[in-house]
């Protein structure tokens, strides 16, 4: 695939061109979960995001009505750039469409969260492996009972990603992205997927599953899909979300996300 820019790919996705999952896509730039919302709930959907950072690390949050992300994208269409989003009434996913266009309204208000698919450059360039990408997979996801910290109308339960390692490079992970915490950073769970209410690791609630070696264990990242289960137990009256592993590529890179 010859190398495009950010704003290339995503007029890509905004004519349909590409209407795959973005894993892997834009190695090096930072990609975003999207959760937009009316703008009475605004407020208790950032408070939410500053009480749980590892779950939903706030990247940029627009101006009311603008589908402009003007830090991150300014080229960027909120509304276009997606090539799956999903609308949820009173916590119902009742359409999944490549296209919100026609169901924007003026009070929206939109949270960019951070990805983990940001941190799989440096993972690979470390010479350690990304299963689901090697597959051509989506990403495992799943809801855990760690329960977030509530805010205002919104409450529910953690989700995670998971990658399997090797033990030695589990630990070498954990170190290479404790220096992206506004993308979720370390791990949150290592190992026994049972610890965090996960029954089947082979049946994921979001994405698809993946090939787990002999001798490899499952390390589990905060996700930003969180805001969609949270969405499905809080009830509010519209979101409108990214579909999982659908992520908005924006023009930053990953080494503006990294501490030293």
């Known amino acids: 695939m010859v190398s495009k820019t950010t704003e290339e790919i995503r007029q890509q996705i905004r004519t349909g061109e590409w209407q795959k999952p973005t894993t892997g896509l834009a190695p090096g730039y930072t990609q ?3 959760v937009i919302l009316p703008k009475k709930y605004a407020y208790d959907f950032l408070l939410f995001s500053m009480r749980n950072p590892k779950s939903c690390p706030l990247i940029e949050v627009t101006d009311v009505g603008s589908p402009v992300p003007k830090k991150t994208a300014p080229t960027g269409d909120l509304r276009t750039d ?10 119902e996913l009742v359409e999944e469409v490549t296209d919100i266009t026609p169901y924007w309204q003026d009070d929206f208000v939109s949270f960019l969260i951070g990805c983990s698919f940001t941190f799989e450059k440096p993972l690979i360039d470390n010479g350690i492996p ?7 997979k989506n990403v495992s996801m799943y809801k855990t009972n760690i329960l977030c910290e509530p805010a205002g109308v919104f409450q529910g339960p953690m989700v995670v990603s998971m990658r399997p390692m090797k033990p030695n490079d589990a630990i070498r992970a954990t170190k290479i992205t404790s220096r992206f915490p506004s993308v979720h950073g370390a791990p949150i769970h290592i190992g026994d997927p049972s610890m965090i209410g996960i029954e089947d690791i082979n049946d994921p609630d979001f994405g698809d599953p993946v090939t787990i070696h002999e001798g490899e264990i499952p ?3 905060g996700c930003g899909v969180t805001p969609q289960a949270v969405v499905m137990a809080s009830r509010p009256e519209l979101v409108i979300t990214h579909a999982p592993g659908y992520m908005f590529i924006t023009d930053m890179k ?4 990294a501490v030293i």
Not at 82 to 91: F, L
Not at 254 to 257: D, K, L, P, T
């Open 32 to 34: 975003v979960n999207l």
């Open 82 to 91: 997606i090539s799956k989003y999903r609308i949820y009434k009173h916590g």
């Open 130 to 136: 990304i299963r689901y990408i090697e597959e051509g």
């Open 219 to 221: 390390v589990f990242w």
């Open 254 to 257: 990953e080494e503006e996300h």
